[in-house]
């Protein structure tokens, strides 16, 4: 059990343009889903939680305005990168929290974003 | 933030037990202690998780001191396929999910 997906696995994309990533939890529901991003030899960092039908946490220096997310329903959160640059290149990661007495999230199978 | 402190890479023989050390000096009382592991590209994979109890699932042990301020993760019988950065973590009281924050783990190398 606590399986969550990502889509796509990869994308490319070209300078400027936006991209939808999806998380979604599979086999239960998720009040609360967070996106973290890890860019090569480096550590995961957490860029926001996400909660159903409110708006999103975002950890300090991550923009608001481009990274988009939305959690309309308990099992699937989207994350827009919006005008994304070769900057923005790098693996997203979503993990989604299946509550109970000790809150244990269950993350994704990442997506690799290459921006052009 | 709880910070935790663990060594950067480790190795392992094939089929030993795998003890991967965890300091986290400044926990609170009411913090828990998380181990996820991720293996490269891959999205972290949830191991166990511990208050102040040992615990142990079909994965690992964990082992935490009594006054909570280290803990071991131990695989029993260490694969190849347990090759892997391993993340020791104290999750962070929020007031909307409680949220865990990566230091740079350890790797660990199972060699045969």
């Known amino acids: 059990g606590a399986v969550v997906s990502q889509h796509p696995s990869w994308v490319i994309c070209k300078s400027g343009t936006s991209v939808k990533i999806e998380c979604r939890s599979l086999?239960?529901?998720?009040?609360?889903m967070f996106w973290y991003r890890q860019f090569p030899k480096q550590s995961l960092m957490l860029m926001a939680t996400?909660?159903?039908?409110?708006?999103?946490?975002?950890e300090q220096g991550v923009e608001k305005d481009k990274f988009l997310i939305n959690h309309a329903s308990l099992t699937l959160s989207t994350l827009t990168v919006t005008s994304a640059h070769p900057e923005d290149s790098s693996f997203y990661i979503c993990s989604a929290l299946l509550a109970g007495p000790t809150d244990t999230q269950y993350f994704g199978p990442g997506t690799r974003l290459t921006v052009l | 933030d709880a910070k935790t402190t663990q060594p950067t890479s480790m190795d392992c023989a094939e089929g030993r037990a795998a003890n991967l050390p965890c300091n986290h000096s400044t926990i609170s009382g009411n913090e828990y202690v998380y181990w996820y592991r991720q293996i490269h590209s891959q999205g972290p994979q949830y191991i166990i998780h511990g208050l102040k109890n040992n615990e142990t699932n079909e994965m690992a042990s964990l082992i935490i001191t009594e006054d909570r301020k280290s803990s071991t993760l131990i695989l029993p019988h260490a694969t190849l396929r347990d090759t892997a950065v391993y993340y020791c973590?104290?999750?962070?009281?929020?007031?909307?999910?409680?949220?865990?924050?990566f230091g740079a783990g350890t790797i660990l190398r199972v060699k045969s």
């Open positions: 996400s909660n159903e039908g409110s708006k999103a946490t975002y």
């Open positions: 973590i104290v999750r962070v009281v929020q007031e909307y999910g409680n949220k865990l924050v």
């Open positions: 086999d239960f529901q998720a009040t609360t």
